[in-house]
């Protein structure tokens, strides 16, 4: 597109032909067009008379002049279509002096298209009938009557750098709903006006006014979807108000970027939406935004983020002829009533790839020190500007020359200026609103503030909001496209399929040697056969060895003499030169004599053994089976590690985690778990290693996704992080957790706006599905209950069936509470700003902290996740979780900073939980719970802060005395301090619950351990027998074998210690006891090579070691070095 140089361009409208026209009198009627844009007639075209078939050939064509300069504006053509009216002239009668004419219908061409560059266009719009045409009563099956237009200029109206940085703004006014009751339809008549600025081509803002709102009583709900109108008064035929293509077409409250988009607000705008009155203009207004107006536009929202939308209604007066331009003042102060102001939120249409907001906005009374507050504006569009020009004229705006100052409303208790003999304001009048914005928040002297306005209250005491919607073209802010971000992760971490197995190598060698040694065995044999089968057959099974060495030497002899013997070799030798080149990687000569020897004889060493296993592997019979080896599955190894890992062994839950590792290669979810295990020894390029790993693996795992990004925050790595963030948030647009930890992230960046907006969309989305959740529910009860209807009439079920559900929740919540939630929130502001230099001990405790719901539903839900952790994140991410049933304990609300923090906790990313935990004390939706006290107290758990910790599940005690996961937390608390006395009540206390912890299977070790040192054996068996029932393991089978042994049970002590070594046999306590139990049993070989393995493994329990050398001093064996 070349630059455009003229500053005036003509544009030609050219209607070519009409179809399906039908006349008042006959079906050939004679018609002509006439032309109009911007209430200017562009002018009439030839009369042609139309054919029996409805069809008519105009070839007219009209234009009109744009010119930068001033005339015709973008605006204009951008909110202005041009209106073509069909007229039919009748035929003359008698003594009839002029033709008499008809309309018939009008068209409505839009020009926008020439505001995207285009030069021409061709369209079809269709012909609207008047009122009284006969073009309104169609035949079945008849088509609309329709017109071909063509709209061209000359050269484009917008260079290249115009369409790339300007843009269109579309603003839509639906409806005020829930007006005050003074609004009567009947009495005087009056023009309902909304109206806005929008900064414009210059230094002056355009004006979007909306005219003439019908006022409805209301009865009934607006339909949907409605067509949008053209703001744009005297349109003759009644379909041509509409817009082509475009719709109002609603949507669910929630998703609107308003004020009323809440579930608690959904009941009043139903009730307003369908009962109450309201005001309805479905008005559509459009601007061009130039490159600079643009910009102006983008900068106007990041400075002032609320924009006020005025309203007010003023009555129609009939003004009699030829005093149009004359209003009495004393009318002119009392014309402007029940002025209010709507504050749109703008700050969203600054978030990446967002182009429309609408919603529902509150509407206040206009009251100057409020408005400024909030948008730092001290211009009323209606009451500061005249608006007798913006009702009764059309060409002078509200920055127009034309426009005049009006006296400033009574009822407001703003004074009258001076004005000019001329009617213009004075030169300090027209600085004046400039200086005071700049200078001061404080008025200029002679200026009254208004302080009340009591017709705008009875806006605030109706409820009264308008529903408005915001859209652009083009988003201000681009979005990367999921495709830019899916690139950006290959480069960063390209994808790493297997590597392809060669056909060659040391494995296929060696089996290559071992199948020529078992083809040459067999011929061998087969010779050996020949020569002496008939004679091994008569002597049968006794050979004496000086036969059987005669024997080979005369099968060398012949194999030597027949040429056999130097065959094999050449058989053997291609084999041979294989593995000397897969398996020793030599293909060069060797330096010297002594080299070579040395090879040849580490190579014959390695032929002869190979040859003994091909041998062996041929001839099997003689060869003992292999010992069965008890594999432990992928969810025993986890739970292996995850024992190692709160044991703080942490060398062995490496050695469980790696063995997942190899075992499975491609198991994204082994590396996830091993990347969280480097996080929680703070190894956090290995975990960076580990997240990457598993991102290849899927490049559109979330949780990979996520991970990656959290560990390039904590290496520093901000770019790279919100790449990960972003690509999240495209591939799972409904994911909380993607969302909040963006918010985060722009939160470091110190990036306001855009933090604001994920974390609006973690909300919003969290809102969706919460409300999902009531509706699935009450449907499967509704069929359920259809179900036990036709049950019951069919004679199949009882009387006696019928729900059931009881529900009680304690929820104490003092005034000492909010105290220490204040210190708390101070504590926590410190602990942030000590993050980064803050190191942190090991973790001793480690739990899935899921909602807690109430002391019957949460742990309910969350029982039986021991064994496999990504269960406990599928039971996390569930929203039936976070919202029970109306027949269960009421609901506790959850936010979007618990759903991350119970993720994060999860993956072992405590050093990002400080920082959400801060919020979520902030958040108005959270702030302490015994869920918030539970986490809180972990991480002090993490760094052995005990007496912080303590403090910590004290509040939550104090919420919610009756959960389960507070006691197991103090119970671990008191077990890790050395109060074993508390921490066995604790303890003993939750396992007396009905419903389980979240983390049951520490609670059932430690309790059993403290059984076991009060030598209460019988518990601690049956405390052990329940572990091992649910999640069994080494230490649960270890701690029942104990238990047996001290009971002197010693056959169900040996049973139990085998289960527990089969699972690891590297854990020298099982070993020991295995010792004790075989010198009891008097069994002495297995006791010392149980004893052995005792020492190999270096037990450190020195009483036990004690212990065993005193029973075998007893028994007089056990200890081979006696």
């Not at 004419?101 to 609207?128: K, M, R, W, Y």
């Given at each position: 597109m070349e630059p455009v140089t003229q500053t005036t361009r003509v544009v030609q409208i050219t209607v070519t032909d009409g179809y399906d026209l039908k006349g008042f009198k006959g079906d050939t009627p004679v018609t002509f067009i006439r032309a109009e844009f911007n209430q200017v007639v562009l002018g009439d075209s030839s009369k042609v008379m139309v054919s029996p078939e409805g069809t008519t050939k105009y070839n007219f064509t009209s234009s009109f002049e744009y010119n930068q300069d001033g005339g015709i504006t973008l605006d204009d053509i951008a909110h202005k279509p041009a209106f073509l009216t069909v007229t039919e002239v009748l035929p003359k009668e008698k003594k009839q002096k002029e033709e008499k004419t008809l309309i018939l219908g009008q068209a409505v061409v839009d020009l926008l298209p020439l505001l995207e560059g285009e030069s021409s266009f061709e369209i079809s719009v269709p012909l609207h009938p008047v009122q009284g045409s006969p073009l309104e009563t169609l035949r079945p099956g008849v088509k609309q009557c329709s017109l071909d237009v063509k709209v061209s200029v000359g050269e484009p109206l917008l260079t290249s750098a115009q369409v790339l940085g300007g843009n269109l703004l579309k603003v839509t006014l639906e409806a005020a709903y829930s007006v005050p009751e003074s609004f009567i339809p009947s009495g005087t008549q009056q023009n309902y006006m909304v109206g806005m600025q929008v900064p414009s081509v210059g230094e002056k803002d355009y004006t979007i006014l909306f005219k003439n709102g019908n006022l409805k009583v209301g009865g009934e709900r607006e339909p949907v979807p409605r067509p949008k109108k053209w703001p744009i008064a005297n349109i003759l035929a009644p379909g041509a108000n509409n817009i082509p293509d475009e719709f109002i077409v609603g949507g669910p409250y929630e998703e609107e970027e308003g004020e009323l988009n809440h579930p608690e607000d959904r009941e009043f705008r139903n009730q307003a939406e369908c009962m109450k009155k309201r005001i309805v203009w479905d008005l559509e207004s459009r601007c061009y935004l130039d490159p600079s107006a643009a910009v102006s536009f983008q900068k106007r929202i990041a400075d002032c983020r609320l924009w006020p939308v005025e309203i007010t209604r003023v009555p129609l007066i009939v003004v009699p002829k030829g005093k149009a331009a004359k209003v009495d003042k004393a009318e002119d102060e009392t014309l402007l009533s029940f002025h209010g102001v709507a504050y749109v939120n703008m700050v969203p249409l600054l978030y990446p790839g967002v182009r429309r907001i609408r919603g529902a906005f509150h509407v206040y009374p206009y009251i100057d020190s409020a408005v400024f507050e909030k948008t730092k504006c001290l211009f009323s569009l209606f009451r500061d500007t005249g608006h007798h020009n913006m009702i009764h004229n059309n060409k002078g705006g509200i920055n127009s020359p034309l426009s005049k100052p009006v006296a400033k409303n009574l009822k407001e208790d703003k004074t009258v200026k001076e004005k000019d003999i001329d009617g213009k304001p004075r030169p300090t009048d027209m600085q004046a609103p400039s200086i005071r914005s700049q200078s001061s928040d404080t008025p200029l002297e002679g200026e009254a503030p208004v302080t009340h306005n009591p017709e705008g209250q009875q806006y605030l005491e109706a409820g009264t909001y308008i529903v408005l919607e915001i859209e652009l073209d083009k988003a201000l802010v681009p979005k990367r496209m999921p495709e830019e971000l899916a690139e950006r992760v290959k480069e960063m971490i390209p994808p790493r399929p297997p590597l392809t197995r060669r056909r060659g190598g040391a494995q296929k060698a060696m089996s290559d040697y071992h199948l020529q040694i078992r083809?040459?065995?067999?011929?061998?044999?087969?010779?050996?056969?020949?020569?002496?089968?008939?004679?091994?057959?008569?002597?049968?099974?006794?050979?004496?060895?000086?036969?059987?060495?005669?024997?080979?030497?005369?099968?060398?002899?012949?194999?030597?003499?027949?040429?056999?013997?130097?065959?094999?070799?050449?058989?053997?030798?291609?084999?041979?030169?294989?593995?000397?080149?897969?398996?020793?990687?030599?293909?060069?000569?060797?330096?010297?004599?002594?080299?070579?020897?040395?090879?040849?004889?580490?190579?014959?060493v390695f032929l002869v053994d190979q040859m003994h296993v091909a041998l062996n592997q041929a001839m099997p019979d003689d060869i003992q089976g292999p010992v069965p080896v008890i594999q432990s599955t992928s969810d025993q190894l986890q739970l292996f590690a995850y024992e190692a890992e709160v044991n703080e062994?942490?060398?062995?839950?490496?050695?469980?985690?790696?063995?997942?590792?190899?075992?499975?290669?491609?198991?994204?979810?082994?590396?996830?778990?091993?990347?969280?295990?480097?996080?929680?020894?703070?190894?956090?390029?290995?975990?960076?290693?580990?997240?990457?790993?598993?991102?290849?693996?899927?490049?559109?795992?979330?949780?990979?996704?996520?991970?990656?990004?959290?560990?390039?925050?904590?290496?520093?790595?901000?770019?790279?992080?919100?790449?990960?963030?972003e690509d999240a948030t495209c591939l799972e647009p409904t994911n909380v957790i993607a969302w909040t930890l963006l918010g985060l992230y722009y939160e470091i960046q110190n990036n306001d706006i855009r933090m604001e907006m994920a974390f609006h969309e973690a909300f919003k989305q969290l809102q969706a599905r919460v409300l999902q959740i009531p509706a699935g529910k009450q449907k499967s009860m509704g069929n359920m209950a259809g179900t036990i209807e036709n049950l019951e009439e069919k004679g199949k079920v009882e009387s006696n069936a019928g729900p059931s559900g009881t529900g009680n929740n304690t929820n104490n919540e003092s005034s000492s509470t909010a105290v220490k939630a204040e210190a708390s929130a101070d504590e926590f502001v410190e602990e942030s700003s000590k993050l980064q230099s803050e190191s942190r001990e090991p973790i001793t405790i480690k739990q899935s902290l899921d909602p807690i719901i109430g002391p019957n539903t949460s742990s309910m839900a969350l029982k039986d996740t021991t064994l496999n952790k990504k269960e406990a994140s599928k039971c996390q991410d569930s929203p039936a979780f976070l919202h029970p049933p109306p027949s269960s304990v009421p609901q506790t609300h959850t936010t979007i900073f618990m759903e991350t923090i119970r993720f994060l906790m999860e993956v072992n990313a405590v050093q990002y939980v400080h920082r959400v935990l801060a919020h979520e004390l902030l958040c108005p939706q959270g702030g302490p719970s015994c869920e918030y006290y539970l986490v809180l107290a972990q991480t002090h758990l993490l760094k052995k802060d005990f007496a912080k910790a303590e403090e910590c599940l004290q509040q939550a005690a104090q919420m919610d005395y009756l959960n389960p996961n507070v006691w197991a937390l103090k119970g671990h608390l008191y077990f890790l301090s050395g109060n074993h006395v508390e921490a066995k009540a604790c303890y003993e206390r939750t396992v007396s619950f009905v419903v389980d912890a979240t983390e049951m299977h520490f609670i059932f070790l430690r309790l059993g351990l403290i059984y076991l040192e009060e030598k209460e054996y019988e518990k601690a068996k049956k405390t052990y027998m329940q572990a091992c029932k649910r999640s069994p393991s080494c230490l649960t089978w270890l701690g029942v074998g104990i238990a047996c042994y001290r009971l002197e049970e010693l056959t169900e002590a040996e049973d139990a210690l085998s289960e527990a070594n089969a699972l690891n046999n590297y854990n020298a306590e099982v070993w020991a006891y295995l010792a004790l139990v075989c010198l009891k049993n008097g069994r002495q070989l297995e006791a010392e090579q149980a004893y052995k393995y005792t020492l190999k493994l270096n037990l450190k329990d020195e009483v036990l070691l004690a212990e065993i050398h005193s029973v075998q001093e007893m028994v007089g064996f056990g200890n081979p070095s006696f």
């Amino acid at each position: 597109m070349e630059p455009v140089t003229q500053t005036t361009r003509v544009v030609q409208i050219t209607v070519t032909d009409g179809y399906d026209l039908k006349g008042f009198k006959g079906d050939t009627p004679v018609t002509f067009i006439r032309a109009e844009f911007n209430q200017v007639v562009l002018g009439d075209s030839s009369k042609v008379m139309v054919s029996p078939e409805g069809t008519t050939k105009y070839n007219f064509t009209s234009s009109f002049e744009y010119n930068q300069d001033g005339g015709i504006t973008l605006d204009d053509i951008a909110h202005k279509p041009a209106f073509l009216t069909v007229t039919e002239v009748l035929p003359k009668e008698k003594k009839q002096k002029e033709e008499k004419t008809l309309i018939l219908g009008q068209a409505v061409v839009d020009l926008l298209p020439l505001l995207e560059g285009e030069s021409s266009f061709e369209i079809s719009v269709p012909l609207h009938p008047v009122q009284g045409s006969p073009l309104e009563t169609l035949r079945p099956g008849v088509k609309q009557c329709s017109l071909d237009v063509k709209v061209s200029v000359g050269e484009p109206l917008l260079t290249s750098a115009q369409v790339l940085g300007g843009n269109l703004l579309k603003v839509t006014l639906e409806a005020a709903y829930s007006v005050p009751e003074s609004f009567i339809p009947s009495g005087t008549q009056q023009n309902y006006m909304v109206g806005m600025q929008v900064p414009s081509v210059g230094e002056k803002d355009y004006t979007i006014l909306f005219k003439n709102g019908n006022l409805k009583v209301g009865g009934e709900r607006e339909p949907v979807p409605r067509p949008k109108k053209w703001p744009i008064a005297n349109i003759l035929a009644p379909g041509a108000n509409n817009i082509p293509d475009e719709f109002i077409v609603g949507g669910p409250y929630e998703e609107e970027e308003g004020e009323l988009n809440h579930p608690e607000d959904r009941e009043f705008r139903n009730q307003a939406e369908c009962m109450k009155k309201r005001i309805v203009w479905d008005l559509e207004s459009r601007c061009y935004l130039d490159p600079s107006a643009a910009v102006s536009f983008q900068k106007r929202i990041a400075d002032c983020r609320l924009w006020p939308v005025e309203i007010t209604r003023v009555p129609l007066i009939v003004v009699p002829k030829g005093k149009a331009a004359k209003v009495d003042k004393a009318e002119d102060e009392t014309l402007l009533s029940f002025h209010g102001v709507a504050y749109v939120n703008m700050v969203p249409l600054l978030y990446p790839g967002v182009r429309r907001i609408r919603g529902a906005f509150h509407v206040y009374p206009y009251i100057d020190s409020a408005v400024f507050e909030k948008t730092k504006c001290l211009f009323s569009l209606f009451r500061d500007t005249g608006h007798h020009n913006m009702i009764h004229n059309n060409k002078g705006g509200i920055n127009s020359p034309l426009s005049k100052p009006v006296a400033k409303n009574l009822k407001e208790d703003k004074t009258v200026k001076e004005k000019d003999i001329d009617g213009k304001p004075r030169p300090t009048d027209m600085q004046a609103p400039s200086i005071r914005s700049q200078s001061s928040d404080t008025p200029l002297e002679g200026e009254a503030p208004v302080t009340h306005n009591p017709e705008g209250q009875q806006y605030l005491e109706a409820g009264t909001y308008i529903v408005l919607e915001i859209e652009l073209d083009k988003a201000l802010v681009p979005k990367r496209m999921p495709e830019e971000l899916a690139e950006r992760v290959k480069e960063m971490i390209p994808p790493r399929p297997p590597l392809t197995r060669r056909r060659g190598g040391a494995q296929k060698a060696m089996s290559d040697y071992h199948l020529q040694i078992r083809n040459i065995s067999k011929a061998i044999l087969d010779e050996y056969h020949r020569m002496f089968g008939k004679e091994v057959a008569k002597l049968e099974h006794e050979i004496d060895t000086e036969t059987l060495e005669e024997q080979k030497c005369q099968l060398n002899y012949e194999l030597n003499c027949s040429g056999k013997y130097f065959a094999f070799k050449e058989q053997l030798k291609h084999a041979v030169v294989k593995i000397v080149r897969e398996k020793y990687l030599r293909t060069t000569s060797f330096e010297s004599q002594e080299e070579l020897q040395t090879f040849i004889s580490e190579l014959y060493v390695f032929l002869v053994d190979q040859m003994h296993v091909a041998l062996n592997q041929a001839m099997p019979d003689d060869i003992q089976g292999p010992v069965p080896v008890i594999q432990s599955t992928s969810d025993q190894l986890q739970l292996f590690a995850y024992e190692a890992e709160v044991n703080e062994n942490y060398g062995m839950a490496a050695v469980y985690y790696e063995e997942r590792l190899v075992r499975e290669p491609h198991n994204l979810e082994h590396w996830l778990d091993y990347g969280a295990f480097c996080l929680l020894i703070e190894d956090n390029i290995k975990a960076q290693e580990c997240f990457r790993k598993a991102l290849s693996l899927n490049e559109s795992h979330i949780n990979s996704l996520l991970l990656c990004g959290i560990l390039a925050v904590l290496l520093e790595n901000y770019e790279q992080a919100e790449i990960f963030f972003e690509d999240a948030t495209c591939l799972e647009p409904t994911n909380v957790i993607a969302w909040t930890l963006l918010g985060l992230y722009y939160e470091i960046q110190n990036n306001d706006i855009r933090m604001e907006m994920a974390f609006h969309e973690a909300f919003k989305q969290l809102q969706a599905r919460v409300l999902q959740i009531p509706a699935g529910k009450q449907k499967s009860m509704g069929n359920m209950a259809g179900t036990i209807e036709n049950l019951e009439e069919k004679g199949k079920v009882e009387s006696n069936a019928g729900p059931s559900g009881t529900g009680n929740n304690t929820n104490n919540e003092s005034s000492s509470t909010a105290v220490k939630a204040e210190a708390s929130a101070d504590e926590f502001v410190e602990e942030s700003s000590k993050l980064q230099s803050e190191s942190r001990e090991p973790i001793t405790i480690k739990q899935s902290l899921d909602p807690i719901i109430g002391p019957n539903t949460s742990s309910m839900a969350l029982k039986d996740t021991t064994l496999n952790k990504k269960e406990a994140s599928k039971c996390q991410d569930s929203p039936a979780f976070l919202h029970p049933p109306p027949s269960s304990v009421p609901q506790t609300h959850t936010t979007i900073f618990m759903e991350t923090i119970r993720f994060l906790m999860e993956v072992n990313a405590v050093q990002y939980v400080h920082r959400v935990l801060a919020h979520e004390l902030l958040c108005p939706q959270g702030g302490p719970s015994c869920e918030y006290y539970l986490v809180l107290a972990q991480t002090h758990l993490l760094k052995k802060d005990f007496a912080k910790a303590e403090e910590c599940l004290q509040q939550a005690a104090q919420m919610d005395y009756l959960n389960p996961n507070v006691w197991a937390l103090k119970g671990h608390l008191y077990f890790l301090s050395g109060n074993h006395v508390e921490a066995k009540a604790c303890y003993e206390r939750t396992v007396s619950f009905v419903v389980d912890a979240t983390e049951m299977h520490f609670i059932f070790l430690r309790l059993g351990l403290i059984y076991l040192e009060e030598k209460e054996y019988e518990k601690a068996k049956k405390t052990y027998m329940q572990a091992c029932k649910r999640s069994p393991s080494c230490l649960t089978w270890l701690g029942v074998g104990i238990a047996c042994y001290r009971l002197e049970e010693l056959t169900e002590a040996e049973d139990a210690l085998s289960e527990a070594n089969a699972l690891n046999n590297y854990n020298a306590e099982v070993w020991a006891y295995l010792a004790l139990v075989c010198l009891k049993n008097g069994r002495q070989l297995e006791a010392e090579q149980a004893y052995k393995y005792t020492l190999k493994l270096n037990l450190k329990d020195e009483v036990l070691l004690a212990e065993i050398h005193s029973v075998q001093e007893m028994v007089g064996f056990g200890n081979p070095s006696f």
